[in-house]
């Protein structure tokens, strides 16, 4: 798969006002830091959760999250070519994302939320 030919947007351009935040970073690192609105599907699960998916989109755009931009990229490439939802990568992942400050939640109540 060729990087390039997958939709992408920088965190800077991602509104998440009336979008689907896909997350398909592992367990550990969603429960470390996630975007507060995010699915959490990891990769390895999105075929047999394709169906959930295409419900919560309802025909809104998918933007697709992991930890630097590699994994989603190739959850947006699988998700376009089987015609689940209309997927779009989120370049710089969520290294990116709290880099510039976007919020950030975490399922451990005594630890201050990071990304793994």
Excluded: F
């Excluded at 989120?90 to 990304?115: F, I, N, S």
């Amino acid at each position: 798969m060729n990087h390039s030919d997958v939709p992408t947007v920088s965190v800077e351009q991602l509104s998440t006002s009336d979008a689907v935040l896909l997350d398909v970073r592992e367990s550990d690192e969603w429960a470390a830091g996630h975007a507060p609105s995010a699915v959490h599907i990891p990769l390895g699960d999105l075929p047999a959760r394709a169906g959930e998916l295409a419900e919560l989109a309802a025909d809104r755009p998918v933007y697709v999250v992991c930890r630097t931009g590699g994994r989603s990229a190739r959850a947006v490439a699988w998700l376009n070519a089987a015609g689940v939802v209309d997927a779009v990568n989120v370049a710089g992942g969520m290294k990116t994302w709290h880099v510039q400050g976007r919020p950030l939640v975490g399922e451990h109540a005594d630890v201050p939320p990071e990304v793994l």
